[in-house]
């Protein structure tokens, strides 16, 4: 009976390099939403996926960030050329149906830190 | 803006005691409202509240919600160390996404043993 799981837990990249994080949904969960936790701020949504659709996207940069949930595999958040502003936890959430109508479930979480 | 404020900032507390934390929102088309407890890891789902004057408990906790005042608080009897944690509250809108969650920055609850 796993729940959201992401991985890495902690990934340290430095100045220029891309982040990859992943995310596999809890069974049976179609949508899946990645949230950013900034040091002293609450959890701000980045974007919503569905299996081979972004739905919304509105709350990513539409810089560097790119995000994507595969017919077969994890949904990937993709961070190219990170910078010091990036650092943060990111979690995945994963729900029944559309999040109004049913709780999101969420991942423990990917810690990144940009050196 | 839509925003969500929680008080207190912080608590400290000894086992035993019971405690309020406060959640107050503004937001355009309020739909829920839920409570997460975060931990070292995951924000584990504590309640979804959508209709004023309903309580909902679980356990040593419990919820409620008032959407003429615009506010919800969690309730924890009896607390054990086990209960500390970040408590989070987070609004869902009725327009602009219902998976777009608008959380507040937490109340960070500590009990002693």
């Known amino acids: 009976n796993a729940g959201v799981m992401q991985n890495p837990r902690h990934l340290v990249r430095r100045r220029g390099q891309e982040a990859r994080l992943r995310c596999s949904p809890m069974k049976g969960h179609s949508h899946v939403y990645w949230y950013r936790q900034l040091p002293e701020e609450g959890l701000k949504f980045m974007v919503y996926?569905?299996?081979?659709?972004?739905?919304?996207e509105s709350g990513m940069p539409k810089e560097r960030f790119s995000a994507e949930f595969p017919k077969e595999g994890p949904s990937i958040l993709r961070i190219q050329q990170v910078v010091r502003g990036d650092s943060a936890a990111y979690f995945c959430?994963?729900?029944?149906?559309?999040?109004?109508?049913?709780?999101?479930?969420f991942g423990n979480g990917t810690r990144l830190t940009v050196t | 803006e839509d925003k969500v404020v929680q008080s207190p900032l912080s608590l400290v507390v000894h086992e035993g005691d019971t405690v309020t934390l406060n959640c107050s929102y503004e937001?355009?088309?309020?739909?829920?409202l839920l409570w997460y407890k975060q931990e070292k890891k995951a924000p584990t789902f504590l309640f979804m509240l959508t209709s004023s004057g309903i309580e909902k408990k679980s356990g040593r906790l419990s919820s409620i919600l008032d959407k003429k005042e615009l506010f919800s608080i969690l309730n924890i009897t009896a607390t054990q160390t086990g209960d500390s944690a970040i408590y989070l509250c987070?609004?869902?809108?009725?327009?602009?996404?219902?998976?777009?969650?608008?959380f507040g920055t937490g109340t960070r609850l500590k009990v002693l043993a």
């Open positions: 996926l569905q299996k081979e659709n972004i739905i919304d």
């Open positions: 937001v355009t088309n309020f739909r829920s």
């Open positions: 959430a994963s729900s029944l149906a559309q999040g109004g109508d049913s709780p999101l479930h």
């Open positions: 987070a609004v869902v809108p009725a327009t602009s996404g219902t998976y777009k969650y608008i």
